[in-house]
């Protein structure tokens, strides 16, 4: 019934409407990543011809002592910050899945620092972080009052158990975690160490200031592991960046968590499961897949890591915190020399690579999960 | 002067005297001084919002009339202390109105184009759909990190010299650059495609039996019926250009009055932050421009969780 005249419109429709995506497709990534690996043979420094030197690149990269940094520092990040993300986002999952009055408050609270910019949040981390900040001073006040905080600690912990020991010796039905009894603990507690200060028993401790210098410090950290150590800027970095992230992947984990039929839990009921065993043997295989996504999409984010480097600048010596992501920017842009595009282009194909990499590991081990699911 | 030796040191006291020449009367007056070493308040003579006397003199801009402006001071210092170099007007105003002059550009050109490439990705049969969306996953796995060498280089020479036509030598430093570099992501036309793809094909096939062409359907049918995820991609598509740094970062250098926010910040930082850190300002700031995407969060909490699950499948 279609005209004749409109069957050639018929025939571009396809390609008129998919014209300003291939556009951005092919000149900003086809045209880019093609022309970036032929750089990466290359000299050049952005004005003059690119001169073709062939491998020259991948050979001097290796001899920079700042790509070696860089990519010492990445890996670092990468695997430390993954994991602990990874760990953190399954329990703040866990705790946040409860039905409790008021939860919706609290995934918000916790998901808010994940909406801001990376420069809103890491400016904050910078000022968390001064010498005389808000961290080193919260460190400084717990030393001080260590002893009095671990008596509230203590007499907290010692009447709960007590508490559920005695139930469990009547045989009642009790929970490990009865919440009256944790509250219960938890005021005699706070009326134990508040008499203890009260009438003099305990003092908070005359201890220094806490003089932790978070970024500008070429030290390592921790000792023991000597060259694995990683430098305390990187580290500061790292603290910061799993509280931003973990959130993001929290709210996955929790979506996940949701997903699980409740026939599971009260079939787990019936068959007498609780506490660890419903963790480990019904929800651990059921967020399995969701796992392998946050860890996929942990270890790609940590990789390209920049902003928190670039806007920490001279803040942090260089070297204590240069990523892969910076080297090749700042190789790009030097601030005092000529741009080095052909070692810049070898890095970022290096950076591609092992994106790659990641992703296709994950797709092999995705791959056969799925098909056991 | 008054100089009393102390526990471990020496405590000055100074007298000195506040001569108000304003035309605003300081009522009560709340100060807050801290006094750099061996420094001449006296004859501080840039005016307050200088930029240059910033760290030198920045004391004296704490002092304010009255509780509000105490506590608000660093709020109004922000506006008030930036100004620009060239043109005299406020840069942080500016600043703002760039970032949702760049973010509302970006969310029309992603919502028109995302859908009309997501809609043919999905439900259209053409040669080279295949390779086309499989150019564009291989283009979600490389990181932006890597193409931007090129990209940059692309801008400055003006879109191989085609922005010439139209009178501009180069695209770097312009928003028309930003704008055009970022016509629609992958991810964008990933989403949409996944939506289209759900539809049922009876609604297209009624239509198409009337005679309607490809570009009726699209526009008449499957296009009102995309509300639900055109809302998250707004959503999603703001908060990312609002929150945008790298690639900003590359095109726009020079001069401050085209920065979006986050470069502003950056610039706040560096001049707050020159020669002791003067934190009031650089907080303030910061949290003048994540209040509009905590807004965003607080209305639109939902489609932030989809949102990342969206994003989840392009792993």
Redesign the interface.
């Known amino acids: 019934?279609?005209?004749a005249s409109?069957k050639v419109?018929?025939?571009l429709?396809?390609?008129v409407?998919?014209a300003?995506?291939?556009?951005?497709?092919i000149?900003?990534?086809?045209?880019?990543?093609v022309?970036?690996v032929y750089?990466s043979f290359t000299t050049y420094d952005?004005f003059s011809k690119p001169e073709w030197v062939g491998l020259k690149n991948y050979v001097n990269i290796f001899r920079d002592l700042d790509f070696t940094r860089a990519m010492k520092n990445s890996l670092t990040f990468m695997v430390v910050v993954t994991t602990a993300q990874t760990i953190i986002a399954l329990l703040l999952a866990l705790l946040l899945n409860q039905k409790v009055r008021g939860i919706r408050f609290f995934r918000?609270a916790y998901?808010?620092p994940s909406?801001?910019?990376?420069?809103?949040v890491t400016?904050?981390f910078?000022?968390f972080f001064?010498r005389r900040g808000v961290l080193n001073f919260v460190i400084t006040k717990f030393k001080e009052y260590q002893a009095i905080i671990l008596l509230f600690l203590f007499a907290a912990a010692a009447i709960h158990i007590v508490l559920v020991v005695w139930e469990k010796l009547r045989r009642r039905p009790v929970s490990v975690f009865e919440p009256s009894f944790m509250f219960l603990g938890v005021l005699i507690g706070f009326i134990v160490a508040f008499g203890a200060v009260r009438f003099g028993f305990l003092v908070p401790r005359e201890v220094p200031p806490v003089d932790i210098i978070w970024f500008n410090t070429t030290k390592t950290w921790p000792d023991f592991l000597g060259s694995l150590a990683f430098p305390i800027p990187l580290g500061a970095i790292m603290l910061f960046n799993i509280w931003t992230t973990a959130p993001?992947f929290m709210?996955?984990y929790l979506?996940g968590l949701q997903d699980i039929p409740r026939e599971l839990y009260e079939a787990a009921a019936v068959d007498g499961a609780e506490g660890w065993h419903i963790i480990l043997h019904i929800i651990a295989p059921q967020l399995k897949p969701i796992t392998f996504?946050v860890v996929?999409?942990g270890l790609?984010g940590t990789?390209?890591m920049?902003?928190q480097v670039?806007?920490l600048?001279s803040q942090a010596p260089r070297s204590s915190v240069i990523t892969?992501?910076y080297y090749?920017?700042s190789n790009?842009?030097p601030s005092s020399a000529v741009p080095r595009?052909g070692m810049?282009?070898a890095a970022?194909?290096f950076?591609?690579l092992l994106?790659?990499i990641i992703?296709y590991a994950?797709r092999k081990v995705l791959g056969e999960e799925g098909e056991n699911a | 002067m008054k100089r009393e030796p102390a526990e471990g040191g020496l405590t000055t006291t100074y007298r000195f005297r506040l001569v108000n020449t304003g035309e605003v009367a300081l009522d009560p007056v709340p100060m807050d001084l801290t006094v750099p070493m061996r420094q001449q308040f006296v004859s501080a003579t840039l005016a307050p919002n200088r930029i240059e006397r910033l760290g030198r003199a920045q004391s004296w801009n704490n002092v304010s009339a009255g509780l509000l402006p105490y506590v608000f001071g660093n709020y109004a210092r922000v506006f008030r202390e930036n100004y620009s170099a060239s043109t005299g007007k406020g840069l942080f105003l500016l600043w703002i109105r760039n970032s949702f002059f760049l973010a509302v550009t970006r969310v029309i050109?992603t919502l028109?184009?995302?859908s009309?490439?997501g809609?043919?990705?999905a439900r259209?049969?053409?040669r080279g759909?295949q390779g086309?969306f499989a150019?564009?996953l291989f283009?979600m796995?490389?990181?932006?990190?890597?193409?931007?060498?090129?990209?940059?280089?692309?801008l400055r020479d003006g879109?191989f010299g085609l922005s010439r036509l139209f009178g501009v030598p180069t695209l770097l430093n312009t928003y028309a650059g930003l704008i055009v570099?970022?016509?629609?992501g992958?991810s964008s036309?990933f989403i949409m495609k996944q939506f289209f793809e759900r539809l049922p094909a009876s609604l297209e096939e009624s239509a198409r039996?009337?005679?309607a062409?490809?570009?009726t359907v699209?526009f008449r049918i499957m296009l009102p019926l995309a509300k639900p995820p055109l809302g998250a991609l707004t959503i999603l598509t703001f908060?990312g250009v609002?929150?945008?740094?790298?690639w900003p970062?590359?095109v726009i250098t020079s001069p401050a009055d085209r920065f979006p926010l986050?470069i502003g910040?950056?610039n706040l930082?560096?001049a707050y932050g020159a020669a002791t850190?003067d934190?009031g300002p650089?907080?303030a700031g910061?949290f003048i421009?994540?209040l509009p995407?905590?807004i965003?969060?607080?209305a639109f909490?939902q489609y932030?969780?989809e949102g990342?699950?969206f994003?989840?499948t392009k792993?």
Request: charged share 5%.
């Open positions: 019934m279609r005209r409109s419109g018929e025939k429709a396809p390609y409407l998919l300003p995506f291939l556009f951005t497709l000149v900003f990534f086809g045209y880019a990543f022309r970036v750089f952005l918000a998901y808010m909406v801001a910019s990376s420069v809103v400016l904050i910078i000022w001064q993001t709210l996955l979506a996504l996929t999409m790609i990789l390209q920049f902003d670039a806007i600048g892969l992501a090749i920017y790009l842009f595009v810049a282009s970022a194909m950076l591609a994106t790659f992703v994950q | 050109t028109i184009f995302a009309m490439a809609y043919a990705l259209l049969n053409f759909k086309i150019f564009l283009s796995m490389i990181p932006q990190q890597v193409t931007f060498i090129s990209n940059y280089l692309v879109i570099s970022g016509l629609v992958a036309v039996i009337d005679g062409s490809t570009y699209f908060q609002w929150n945008e740094f790298f970062l590359v986050t910040l950056l930082q560096r850190f934190w650089i907080l910061t421009s994540a995407v905590i965003l969060f607080i909490q932030f969780v990342i699950s994003s989840g792993g």
